[in-house]
């Protein structure tokens, strides 16, 4: 059978294949959802979901983290909504754990949404068949699969970052209404879902220009209106999110918590109402604020230094690190092949490198970098930005042989990675026991095995967990608190004298202090 006749009866089912592809995702993520404890965020983020529904958008809750959760998280709280109207009055005992579960399968909606629109924005931009490579490849990502099932809002935001620069390009190539306001409405419900997805405006702007510029398609008396419309969809869809919350404040006359936000109301602000909610504004005001003070946050770790602004490498060893390597070599040659190439990928340097560029720029130089996870929206661009170098390696036999062998490698590296995906590191670490030494945080542990720990150290009862100071014997660390990113000088003790035996789940390391 040649290849001709495989492509055709490919594309022939490609609805099959896909559809297919997303079940088995869905099956691995089932099974993680009750595998993995509660993380660390889930349930401030859970929380500010219930009280989306109970009528109450405020950031400032005593008790709760929401400076950066945001209104997506009303998705996750339905099961526990609608088991409230069905049972008035429930009462439960296990700290919302259920509750988090049960939103765990609504999120892996944004999951499956995010694979379906990476297909399609593959295919748009290199055919079929090299759509449902990029499809394959991130339904078998570890990253996608540790992330696409937790209550966050970091699943939707990727979902509606890649859905808004789909329908944009949809938008752009085809003139449709129905395609400028599914894009509208994406890049609106994208800023409810995380404050980083703002970034999506600039870039629809620049993105749209150079695209116009170049193939002279600008309609300026057909544009007022389209933007008066976007405007519109904008302002509706937040402030239906944050319920029109404060709608109308004088920003003039408000007195905020961050240096930033103050500064910016003293030198710019009019005296003029706001057509966006409190809460919506609040939420810039509280990240600034969160960053000048550094309450409650983390240091930032890499490669065994420590720092409060942040290192501008950080997502350049995570990437590398963390994403398969068949992946990388794919990303890799298609970034390669459009720099030698420029004038035959416009569309993809438009929708996919420069948006995919200027996100990981902006995360770069953030002062919080907690993970992987705020570099999802790139891993995901940049899976469909790897079509450029498979469309290339199809045309041949032997790079068909590559694809797959490709393929296989990203399955064999993810799936036989032991110890659920949220840690996974690729074969550039070596000894897993070392994965440390680059990374840590939410990389590693974001108390994903926490309840496991209790039955671990029942059945190890000569480990010493956590030790106060340096004592002698077999030693469990937590693998964040040996590398000190809430206190720095607790385990030098430990990390200068000894070295790592081994590690538990890839959360907590093994020492021999005797």
């Known amino acids: 059978m040649n290849w001709t006749r495989i492509e055709s009866t490919v594309i022939t089912h490609v609805s099959k294949i896909i559809f297919m592809i997303l079940i ?25 979901g219930v009280e ?7 950031r400032r809750v005593e008790g709760r983290d929401f400076r950066s959760t945001m209104p997506v ?60 490579f990029c499809l394959i490849m991130a339904a078998a990502d570890p990253n996608i699969l540790a992330h ?38 994406c890049i609106a419900f994208a800023q409810v879902a995380k404050v980083n997805n703002l970034l999506l405006y600039p870039i629809s702007i620049v993105v749209l220009l150079l695209a116009a510029i ?13 933007l008066i419309l976007f405007l519109f969809i904008q302002v509706i869809v937040i402030n239906l999110a944050f319920q029109f919350e404060q709608i109308g404040f004088l920003m003039h006359q408000t007195r905020f918590s961050s240096t930033m ?40 770790y890499l490669m065994g230094e420590l720092s409060k602004k942040g290192f501008w490498n950080y997502f350049f060893v995570c990437m590398g690190i963390k994403t398969p390597l068949a ?19 416009k569309k993809q ?59 296989a490698a990203v399955l064999l590296e993810t799936f036989s990675f032991k110890g659920g995906f949220l840690p996974f590191t690729n074969v550039l670490v070596g000894n897993k026991k070392n994965a440390w030494q680059w990374v840590a945080d939410s990389n590693l542990n974001w108390e994903q095995n926490h309840v496991r720990l209790t039955d671990y150290l029942k059945s190890h009862p000569e480990l010493v967990y956590q030790p106060a100071g340096p004592v002698k014997g077999r030693v469990l660390v937590h693998v964040n608190d040996l590398a000190g990113i809430w206190e720095p000088d607790k385990y030098e003790w430990l990390r200068s004298a000894y070295k790592v035996e081994g590690h538990v789940w890839h959360s907590y390391l093994l020492f021999d202090t005797r």
């Open 24 to 48: 088995l995702h869905a099956v691995v993520q089932v099974f993680q959802i009750q595998r993995d404890d509660i993380t660390a965020d889930e349930e401030d983020h859970l929380i500010y």
């Open 52 to 58: 989306i529904w109970k009528g109450n958008p405020s």
């Open 73 to 132: 998280t009303a998705i996750h709280a339905l099961p526990r909504v609608f088991e409230q109207i069905l049972q008035p009055g429930k009462a439960k005992t296990d700290w919302g754990k259920s509750d988090i579960r049960s939103g765990r399968y609504l999120n892996l909606l944004f999951t499956l949404g995010l694979l379906a629109y990476i297909f399609l924005l593959g295919q748009s931009l290199f055919g079929p068949l090299t759509g449902l």
């Open 148 to 185: 696409g099932h937790l209550v966050t809002t970091d699943m939707a935001a990727t979902f509606f970052c890649v859905a808004t620069l789909f329908h944009l390009l949809q938008w752009f190539e085809k003139r449709q209404t129905v395609q400028f306001l599914l894009f509208a409405l």
């Open 214 to 226: 170049q193939q002279r398609k600008f309609d300026f008396m057909r544009s007022v209106p389209l």
């Open 261 to 300: 936000m103050n500064d910016f109301v003293h030198h710019f602000s009019l005296p003029l109402s706001s057509p966006l909610p409190l809460p919506y504004i609040d939420t810039f005001d509280q990240i600034y604020f969160e960053m000048e003070k550094r309450d409650g946050l983390p240091l930032n």
């Open 327 to 345: 992946s990388l070599a794919i990303m890799l040659g298609s970034l390669v092949l459009i720099i030698l190439h420029l004038k035959h990928f």
């Open 349 to 407: 340097i438009l929708f996919l490198i420069f948006p995919a560029a200027i996100i990981f720029l902006f995360i770069s130089s953030a002062t919080v970098q907690n993970g992987y996870r705020y570099a999802l929206p790139v891993l995901a661009l940049g899976i469909i930005a790897g079509g450029a170098f498979t469309s290339l390696l199809l045309k041949s036999r032997y790079g068909r042989a590559f694809v797959f062998f490709a393929l």
